[in-house]
């Protein structure tokens, strides 16, 4: 009773109040843990998941066990990037190359939600599952926040359902624990409670990145070409933006060739959308209107710099009707 009470970024700028926040959460892993427990988490580099993992190696130093699944979905040098920032940190964590896992169960997926499926299972079932049954852990740590639960249970969201998820019978994996350290809070109050952790501001500030990562950002069946065009091209859309305050860029490659010239002759080539959102919480927002050299930059560098690209058009509508995400 009163689990999901919640703790809002209000009360969280109190010091006071960050502090037992703090230390509760703390003192909550260790008790779930014991002495000589061990506990596993995943981490993607986003708040959420990067709160998740300070408060769980503040309890249990080396006895919790981070693993940073490389989907092979994750924007250019994105896993190197965050397991350095973690490493300066001192806390140790592996990354698991799955990129062919994922890969294969994408294979001939056109449809959105199949595809989001896709990247489900393979994170769940087939990779993550599969290291939390064989690490040996009693508990499990994940960055579920207030928002997921309540979009869960309207059913907004894909199911939260961890145990299910991972494909454990909480019956018969009797005394295996999940925790939601975060389960009170809301995004803009774990921004805060990553700020007191002391996490570097690319992570406090990080922009939101879908789990499903580039794969929503493929119009069309997801392969290793595709990627590679989609993640260049998303490295020059957020080096442009860099300068403008925005709540998130998207750099969407789109399912219909369009005609266009290379080196005088004609290329059946691909088409880039680019995104560019301001918003609050994501429920509503409104596309930001860039500057026009910022626009040219998009138009001239993109084609310039990817092979295969010959056009670029950018996003006007609102959300609603239009969803932030192509997919
Ligand atoms: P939409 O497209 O629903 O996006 O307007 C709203 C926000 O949610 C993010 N998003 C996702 N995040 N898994 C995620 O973890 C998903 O499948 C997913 N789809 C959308 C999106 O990036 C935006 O911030």
């Given amino acids: 009773m009163g689990m999901n009470r919640e703790i809002t970024a209000a009360m969280l700028s109190d010091a006071r109040v ?56 994750m924007r250019e040098g994105e ?19 799955a990129a062919d896992v994922f890969l294969r169960n994408l294979a001939g997926l056109t449809d959105p939600e199949k595809k989001r499926d896709g990247v489900s299972q393979s994170f769940y079932r087939d990779v993550f599952g599969k290291l939390v049954r064989e ?33 454990i019978d909480p019956q018969q994996a009797f005394g295996y624990k999940i925790l939601e350290p975060l389960v009170q809070l809301r995004k803009d109050g774990i921004r805060l409670v990553a700020q007191a952790l002391d996490l570097p501001p690319k992570i406090v500030n990080r922009q939101p990145f879908p789990g499903p990562g580039l794969s929503v950002r ?30 998130q860029t998207m750099t969407i490659l789109k399912g219909d060739r369009v005609t266009g010239i290379v080196g005088g002759k004609r290329l059946f080539g691909y088409q880039i959308e680019v995104r560019a959102w301001t918003s609050v919480d994501a429920r509503k927002a409104e596309p930001a209107i860039p500057p ?14 990817v092979p295969g690209v010959v056009s670029v058009v950018y996003q006007l509508t609102p959300k609603p009707p239009c969803t932030m995400e192509a997919e």
Avoid at 83 to 91: D, E, Q, R
């Fill in 135 to 167: 690490s040996g852990a009693q508990v499990l740590l994940h960055g579920t926040n207030l928002t997921d639960v309540e979009e869960t249970k309207a059913g907004i969201k894909r199911q939260h359902n961890i145990f299910e998820q991972l494909g």
């Fill in 79 to 97: 896993p190197g990037q965050i397991f350095g920032i973690f490493w300066s940190l001192g806390i140790p964590v592996e990354i698991v190359n």
């Fill in 218 to 247: 493929i119009q069309g069946e997801v392969t290793a070409e595709k990627l590679g065009i989609v993640r260049k091209a998303t490295v020059i859309v957020e080096e442009i933006f860099h300068i403008l305050p925005v709540f």
């Fill in 18 to 73: 960050m502090q037992d926040f703090i230390d509760e959460q703390v003192a909550a892993i260790q008790e779930a843990v014991g002495n000589d427990g061990l506990a596993v988490n995943a981490l993607s580099g986003g708040v959420d998941s990067s709160v998740v993992t300070m408060l769980g190696h503040r309890a249990l130093g080396s006895r919790l066990k981070t693993y940073f699944i490389d989907s092979g979905l």
């Fill in 292 to 305: 026009t050299f910022i626009l040219q930059d998009l138009g001239r560098r993109i084609p310039a710099e």
